[in-house]
T-cell receptor, first 115, second 114 residues
Framework: KQEVTQIPAALSVPEGENLVLNCSFT??????LQWFRQDPGKGLTSLLL?????REQTSGRLNASLDKSSGRSTLYIAASQPGDSATYLC??????????????FGSGTRLQVQP | ETGVTQTPRHLVMGMTNKKSLKCEQH?????MYWYKQSAKKPLELMFV???????ENNSVPSRFSPECPNSSHLFLHLHTLQPEDSALYLC?????????????FGSGTQLSVL
């Protein structure tokens, strides 16, 4: 059974710092991995999606990497801003031939960027 | 606005009530999902529908009854809920068979069961 773990559970940094959020998964047989952002009481916003054949994806100040063989992904946030404060979730998708379409989520990292 | 709309945003109900959550997607997707998010727990998959057919049921109690009349609409009918069912219920959709299969989420319904 796939399990996804995110470390740390919570993180507080001063504005301007570069930071790394970690995600690990137990079964390396994945179709893709997605990073989401969730603001309190709200839905999830997709940030980056990495296919299993890819190593990284970039969007603005965000960079996500994937090492499928070791079951790890990182989300790098450059020059953090108070508006980045949110919970960041990673999720993996099962291979399509399993017939399972849903994602398995980690518990998230709650980020607070201090002005 | 992600193209996935959920109503109501907030719902308070007693244990004997019957209510329904509604989800509508305007993205032309063919797969829809219900997830439950409780405090301090990872998102839990409840149901998956692909082309209106239920393809996954994650051992959800029968007091939760999903309905998918077409590829754009998804309902979650609730009856005789328990206080521990209080949570944020999230709907999502995706385009199955289109490569990335990225999920798009609605804003959720915050449910409180008294």
């Amino acid at each position: 059974k796939q399990e996804v773990t995110q470390i740390p559970a919570a993180l507080s940094v001063p504005e301007g710092e570069n930071l790394v959020l970690n995600c690990s998964f137990t079964d390396s047989a994945i179709y893709n991995l997605q990073w989401f952002r969730q603001d309190p009481g709200k839905g999830l916003t997709s940030l980056l999606l990495i296919q299993s054949s890819q190593r990284e994806q970039t969007s603005g100040r965000l960079n996500a990497s994937l090492d499928k063989s070791s079951g790890r992904s990182t989300l790098y946030i450059a020059a953090s801003q108070p508006g980045d404060s949110a919970t960041y979730l990673c999720a993996v998708k099962h291979p399509l031939d399993t017939g399972r379409r849903a994602l398995t989520f980690g518990s998230g990292t709650r980020l607070q960027v201090q002005p | 606005e992600t193209g996935v709309t959920q109503t109501p945003r907030h719902l308070v109900m007693g244990m004997t009530n019957k209510k329904s959550l509604k989800c509508e997607q305007h993205l032309g997707h063919n797969a829809m999902y219900w997830y439950k998010q409780s405090a301090k727990k990872p998102l839990e998959l409840m149901f998956v529908y692909n082309f209106k057919e239920q393809t996954e049921n994650n051992s959800v109690p029968s007091r939760f009854s999903p309905e998918c009349p077409n590829s754009s609409h998804l309902f979650l009918h609730l009856h005789t809920l328990q206080p521990e069912d209080s949570a944020l219920y999230l709907c999502a959709s995706s385009l199955a068979g289109a490569g990335e299969e990225k999920l798009f989420f609605g804003s959720g319904t915050q449910l409180s069961v008294l």
